[in-house]
C-alpha cells in the first residue's frame, strides 16, 4: 500500500522559495509518474508539475511553469518540488501524490496529508 508523506511547508516572503518533500513508500518510482498539485480554499484543485519514469520528463502547470522545479531521488524513493519566486496566489497545501501507470496523464493513485505553503508578507 502506497504511503506518501510530505514536508518542508512554511510561512515565506513574496519572491522567496522554499523546498518541499515527499518521501514515498509502497510505489516503485520507476513504474509510476509523480506529481504535486496543491489546494486552496475556494480555488480548484491544481496540479502544478509532474515527473515521469519512462526519460525523466517533466510536465507544469502554466502559473509555475518557469518558477517550479519537479525532481526525484530514486535511491531514496524521495519526490521534491523547489518553488521559486513565490507569490501571494501561490499560498495552497501542497500534495504529493503517485500516478496510476507511467504517465502524468493518468489519474492519482495515491497522495499524503499535505504541506502548508503560506506566502504572505
Known amino acids: 500500500q502506497a504511503r506518501l508523506v510530505e514536508s518542508g511547508g512554511d510561512l515565506v516572503q513574496p519572491g522567496g522559495s522554499l523546498r518541499l518533500s515527499c518521501v514515498a513508500s509502497?510505489?516503485?518510482?520507476?513504474?509510476?509518474?509523480m506529481a504535486w498539485f496543491r489546494q486552496a480554499p475556494g480555488k480548484q484543485h491544481e496540479e502544478v508539475a509532474c515527473?515521469?519514469?519512462?526519460?525523466?520528463?517533466?510536465d507544469y502547470a502554466n502559473s509555475v511553469k518557469g518558477r517550479f522545479t519537479i525532481s526525484r531521488d530514486r535511491a531514496k524513493n524521495m519526490v521534491f518540488l523547489q518553488l521559486y519566486s513565490l507569490k501571494p496566489d501561490d499560498t495552497a497545501v501542497y500534495y504529493c501524490?503517485?500516478?496510476?501507470?507511467?504517465?502524468?496523464?493518468?489519474?492519482?493513485?495515491?497522495w499524503g496529508q499535505g504541506t502548508q505553503v503560506t506566502v504572505s508578507s
Open positions: 509502497g510505489v516503485h518510482m520507476d513504474y509510476h509518474a
Open positions: 501524490a503517485s500516478k496510476e501507470g507511467y504517465g502524468c496523464y493518468q489519474p492519482d493513485q495515491a
Open positions: 515527473i515521469s519514469p519512462i526519460d525523466g520528463r517533466t
